[in-house]
């Protein structure tokens, strides 16, 4: 069974920092690319960063870039996404996915508070 498993978040002032984390079973893991997104209360789900297997490529939305870091640890069948210095625009609920048979996390709430 493929699952996508995410743990952190949380609440956290501006300024704070916080790591969120996503377990994959079932499948290949490094095989595949992964995304974070995110999609706050009335918008659309919005691409954050992405990770390519062995982490030869690594992307970013601009509102991020600079302050957030992907990776991923395939031994533990793990990707990662450090949050830094953290704004109120950054309150969202963060999914991870593998985009290439569309497998989702549970999300994850991040709240930052002015």
């Known amino acids: 069974q493929v699952r996508l498993v995410q743990s952190g978040g949380g609440l956290v002032q501006t300024g704070g920092s916080l790591t969120i984390s996503c377990v994959a079973s079932?499948?290949?893991?490094?095989?595949?690319?992964v995304n974070w997104y995110r999609q706050a209360p009335g918008e659309e789900r919005q691409l954050v960063a992405s990770?390519?297997?062995?982490?030869?490529?690594?992307n970013y939305s601009d509102s991020v870039k600079g302050r957030f870091t992907i990776s991923r640890d395939d031994a533990k069948k793990t990707v990662y996404l450090q949050m830094t210095n953290l704004t109120p625009e950054d309150t969202a609920v963060y999914y991870c996915?593998?985009?290439?048979?569309?497998?989702w996390g549970q999300g994850a709430q991040v709240t930052v508070s002015s």
């Open positions: 996915n593998e985009p290439a048979r569309g497998f």
């Open positions: 079932g499948f290949a893991f490094s095989f595949y690319t």
């Open positions: 990770i390519s297997p062995e982490g030869s490529d690594i």
